[in-house]
């Protein structure tokens, strides 16, 4: 089983950024596509994954403003988020879903906050 441990939550400005990270505990990123999720009150949505080969896709509320990108050697993938909205408020998790098993693996989530 994979942990996953996130950080870079916070309370941000409107139009502010933030970096989120989710480190593994292991070196998985060539087995595993690793996505960001949110959940605010209501159903958990996708916001941005990036696949084992580096692929990447976003979720339309946030393409133009969050990137996700991973660093191997950290075993570590980030999400920047800028021009950040009140509407992003969530809690976001980190996911690691097997590429080719059914192993599905997630983060504790980071609580995001956007106001003035």
Not at 44 to 61: H, K, S
Request: with cysteine; hydrophobic share 35%.
């Amino acid at each position: 089983q994979v942990q996953l441990v996130e950080s870079g939550g916070g309370l941000v400005q409107p139009g502010g950024s933030l970096r989120l990270s989710c480190t593994a505990s292991r070196n998985i990123f060539s087995t595993y596509v690793m996505g960001w999720y949110r959940q605010a009150p209501g159903k958990r949505e996708l916001v941005a994954r990036i696949g084992n080969r580096g692929d990447t896709n976003y979720a339309d509320f946030v393409k133009g403003r969050f990137t996700i990108s991973r660093d191997n050697a950290a075993n570590t993938v980030y999400l920047q988020m800028n021009s950040l909205k009140p509407e992003d408020t969530a809690v976001y998790y980190c996911n690691a879903a097997g590429v080719w098993s059914s192993s599905n693996c997630w983060g504790q989530g980071t609580q995001v906050t956007v106001s003035s």
